[in-house]
């Protein structure tokens, strides 16, 4: 399934729809309403697990969502009242348990908000069990995992979980983490992933018929789009650009992010490059994103600079803070400025999304 929070954007959506991506893990009523506004024959696992009682009854009373995630008997038993019919208990659910798993080996942690300690989440596994018709067991390794190790010691604790319970798994969903690249970020191909994967999810003590899930997001949508910077003013090894901390360079200011840089200018360049920061638009100094991006060192005022691999997180990070919104959105055919995805696998050609500013 295509985890929707790492970008909304509608037209990527439908085009995943059109590539065979038929399940979106959906994280709020608003997303589960757009996507369910966009396909109606989709289907849509609320994967978050701590919701409101109203959003669970609207997504399954309203928009047939019968997939939802969990960490605690508190929201079991929101679940299981938010979906009842005429005090009637829903004999339709899917119900995964979240456990809690390491992040060490990712680039940013999903290890401390949600999820239940695998030799602790027996009691919550039964009681699950006893209003699911489907029992699941999920998890979320974090964002950019760097290594398959990360994916066996998580498949290790749903073991661990299973075997403590006593209890009968119909569905493994291990969640995302699947790693795209970016500069200082090469992670080894996605089959060394999925082989690790197939091997531990093989050898767990499951149902016979028990599938395999998985939610990426960055996977599935970094390489969709770039974002079209202009440069307004250099200083030194500083320029000053029209997008940035509060935009759609959310993750390159706070949390250190490098995306792939390009220089945009009729002619091009001969120049050596060189390593430069960027400040953003706004009047705030957290506005700044250090890099550093590799551009050819003569760029200059007036200069286009195309940042890649923002397909992820890019336009659901953005705000209109200081009065600094989006400019106009272009579809363009084009290759994605760095790929994870093997040169020699058949896809069709990549809709690259340039929002110029």
Request: charged share 20%; with cysteine.
């Amino acid at each position: 399934m295509y985890a929707v929070k790492a970008n909304p954007s509608p037209d990527l959506i439908v085009a995943l729809w059109d590539a065979g991506i038929t399940t979106f893990d959906v994280a709020s009523i608003a997303e589960v309403r757009l996507v369910r506004g966009l396909l109606p024959e989709a289907s849509l696992c609320f994967m978050h697990p701590v919701k409101g009682e109203e959003a669970i009854a609207e997504a399954y009373h309203s928009h047939g969502v019968r997939t939802f995630s969990l960490d605690s008997e508190a929201e079991l038993a929101k679940i299981v009242a938010a979906t009842a019919r005429d005090g009637v208990n829903a004999t339709d659910l899917t119900l995964c348990v979240r456990l809690r798993v390491s992040s060490a080996h990712s680039k940013l942690s999903l290890a401390s908000k949600f999820g239940v300690a695998a030799e602790d989440a027996g009691p919550l596994l039964v009681a699950t069990r006893q209003v699911a018709d489907a029992l699941g067991i999920c998890f979320h390794v974090g964002s950019q995992a760097m290594s398959p190790q990360a994916y066996a010691e998580a498949l290790a604790q749903v073991r661990t979980a299973i075997v403590g319970a006593g209890v009968t798994v119909d569905v493994v969903d291990v969640g995302g983490g699947f790693p795209s690249v970016y500069p200082g970020m090469e992670p080894i191909a996605l089959d060394a992933y999925f082989e690790v994967i197939s091997r531990a999810f093989e050898a767990l003590p499951v149902s016979y018929s028990a599938e395999l899930w998985c939610e990426p997001g960055r996977a599935l949508s970094a390489e969709y789009a770039s974002v079209l910077v202009r440069v307004e003013a250099r200083r030194d090894d500083v320029l000053y650009i029209n997008d940035g901390a509060y935009g759609a360079l959310f993750d390159a200011a706070h949390i250190h992010w490098r995306f792939p840089a390009k220089l945009v200018r009729e002619g091009g360049s001969r120049a050596r490059t060189m390593g430069f920061s960027f400040y953003g638009p706004t009047c705030d100094d957290m506005d700044f994103m250090r890099g550093p991006f590799e551009l050819p060192a003569d760029v200059r005022a007036g200069d286009y600079i195309e940042l890649g691999m923002l397909g992820a997180y890019g336009s659901a990070m953005r705000t209109g803070f200081n009065g600094f919104t989006a400019g106009a959105t272009i579809i363009a055919r084009d290759e994605p400025m760095e790929t994870v995805y093997g040169a020699d696998e058949e896809t069709p050609d990549n809709i690259v999304q340039l929002r110029q500013k």
